[in-house]
């Protein structure tokens, strides 16, 4: 920044995973997160409609894109060659990010914890990865994660337990929430004092896994927000930015009808096939195990022994039979408990990819993909067959009604109808969107179609948007801001222009700007994704794919 310039922050984007208006309006009637609230208070608030699909590894890049995921061509936590499957990076998203625009005019930035950053670009300024990043990840510029550690102590990606370790109370495992959180703010903190910013971006995770791990305890929502409010405190007060934004990738909130197996409902119509010999649904706990024996790969193949009990499972002799029977012996527990994951997932059964016409890869991704011949390695479905068998489906998919009489799904259609973009051929074929986000919807064959949900406390597509500061119009109201408008919005409240390839929109809370041909992103099909075995170790604990 030059001698004239004010040295203050130009603006600060805080993060909320999972944020949304009826969480914080409970918190604020309770008189709890009062900085929050004050800067909420202090200019425009208002829902965010999020993406389909609203969850991390896709929303958030279209977020700080400000593109759809047929744009930058993240659809979920995994992307697929044909059947096989890989953990998403950084480098999975094919378009410029808000900082590297704010880099092509000379502006600098700190990125602290931000989802799917690993490998971090290298701009003006400082970048720690986050969310789907090993644990240790690369940082910009290099040994800053060091420095961090050395300046504010202990710094972690991912929570020192796992999920299912019994030996951790519950009590323990808020506290580690909150130590993760008060590490976000205390590296950012360091380092928007090191680098003295032009853009600062702190996500907060925490307060969207509290409900994964905890459904709705409200005293743990409310302990994991109030450790995220103190940490906004700090930031505020240290830097004082000129403009501050809030914004998160979807909201919050109970699932409170039956959970939908779309597979065992594909199976019964003819669409999907079965086996027991395959790897199976994306799942981060095969990966965990390879990784952990010193294997830096992102997928997962059947070992001797997990092909040997897919083999036994073909004739009968399944986890499941066995173990009803050591249930009788009462040693049921023990079993599950030190089954190998791999063995216990290739004696299940799992969608044959290859043999079906059509099924859904991974939950997540909401919708289902056709097996099409000349696009898939072993399509089943001719091209020109495509449209009718297509359309039949989505008539098929309309049609399901829950136990209580009312659709399962708020809208099924095309997948052209939400994405478009150079990289749409990695998405689903069809989009299924639960009615009201009230169906758990699982990619397993599990015997039943309807049953209790898995989550009773998962994704909403309205979010949070705040903007105060300079420049800011607190008098201006839109009840239609969506994800997309982010990036665009802080672009133009910084006197900048927007890419034109954007699909959001300036909000009126700030003056537009002209829309520029930025030089277009530079693909690199040659990388390759997480290195490190410790963020499949965690991610396994988060039930985002079955």
């Not at 130009?10 to 997160?33: F, H, N, S, T, Y």
């Not at 001719?382 to 399962?408: C, F, M």
Request: proline share 7%; hydrophobic share 35%; glycine share 8%.
């Amino acid at each position: 920044m030059s001698a004239e310039q004010d040295d203050r922050m130009e603006a600060l984007l805080i993060g909320i995973d999972a944020g949304c208006l009826p969480v914080l309006e409970k918190l604020w009637d309770e008189g709890r997160l009062e900085n929050l609230e004050a800067v909420c208070r202090g200019g425009v608030c208002e829902p965010l409609e999020s993406q389909i699909p609203p969850w991390t590894p896709s929303a958030w890049p279209s977020m700080y894109t400000g593109v759809n995921p047929g744009k930058h061509g993240v659809f979920g936590f995994v992307d697929y060659d044909g059947y096989d499957w890989r953990v998403v990076t950084g480098d999975s998203v094919k378009e410029h990010s808000l900082w590297t625009l704010l880099d092509h005019h000379g502006m600098s930035s700190v990125v602290v914890n931000v989802p799917v950053t690993h490998p971090p670009d290298e701009i003006d300024g400082a970048v720690i990865p986050g969310f789907i990043a090993p644990e240790d990840p690369p940082c910009h510029p290099e040994g800053v994660l060091e420095e961090v550690r050395e300046a504010i102590g202990e710094y972690r990606v991912y929570p020192a337990y796992a999920r299912d370790d019994q030996e951790w109370t519950d009590e323990e495992r808020m506290g580690e929430y909150e130590t993760l959180t008060r590490m976000r703010g205390e590296a950012f903190d360091y380092l928007a004092e090191q680098h003295e910013p032009d853009f600062g971006f702190l996500q907060f995770q925490k307060t969207d896994t509290v409900f994964h791990e905890f459904g709705g305890d409200w005293e743990k929502i409310r302990r994991v927000y109030e450790a995220m409010d103190e940490q906004v405190g700090r930031i505020l007060e240290n830097h004082d930015p000129k403009r501050v934004f809030v914004a998160s990738d979807h909201g919050m909130g109970p699932y409170e009808k039956e959970e939908f197996r779309v597979n065992e409902f594909l199976r019964e119509a003819g669409y999907v096939e079965a086996t027991q010999g395959g790897k199976g649904m994306p799942s981060w706990n095969p990966i965990r195990n390879q990784l952990r024996e010193g294997n830096d790969d992102d997928t997962w193949e059947p070992s001797l022994t997990e092909k040997v009990a897919a083999g036994l499972a073909k004739v009968g002799i399944t986890t499941k039979r066995v173990g009803s029977g050591l249930d009788k012996l009462g040693l049921q527990d023990m079993a599950e408990r030190y089954a190998p994951d791999g063995v216990v997932r290739t004696a299940s059964t799992q969608v044959d990819f290859p043999e079906s016409k059509a099924y859904m890869r991974a939950r997540t991704e909401l919708g289902v993909r056709i097996n099409l011949q000349g696009r898939d390695p072993e399509g089943v479905v001719p091209q020109s067959e495509y449209e009718a068998v297509r359309d039949d489906l989505i008539e098929d998919l309309r049609d399901i009604e829950a136990p209580d009489g009312e659709p399962v799904f708020e809208e099924v259609g095309p997948s052209e109808k939400y994405f478009s973009g150079p990289y749409t051929d990695r998405a689903v074929d069809i989009v299924t969107v639960p009615n009201d986000f009230q169906h758990f919807l699982s990619a397993q064959l599990l015997g039943e179609q309807f049953d209790d949900p898995t989550e009773p406390w998962n994704h909403k597509l309205p979010g949070v948007f705040a903007a105060a500061g300079e420049g800011i119009d607190g008098d201006s109201v839109t009840d239609d801001a969506h994800l997309f408008d982010v990036a665009p919005t802080i672009l133009a409240a910084l006197g900048l222009p927007v890419s034109d390839r954007m699909d959001g929109r300036v909000l009126p809370h700030v003056e537009e700007t002209e829309a520029w041909n930025y030089p277009p992103y530079e693909v690199d099909e040659a990388s390759v994704s997480a290195e490190d075995a410790d963020v499949q170790d965690r991610l396994a604990d988060l039930g985002y794919l079955e």
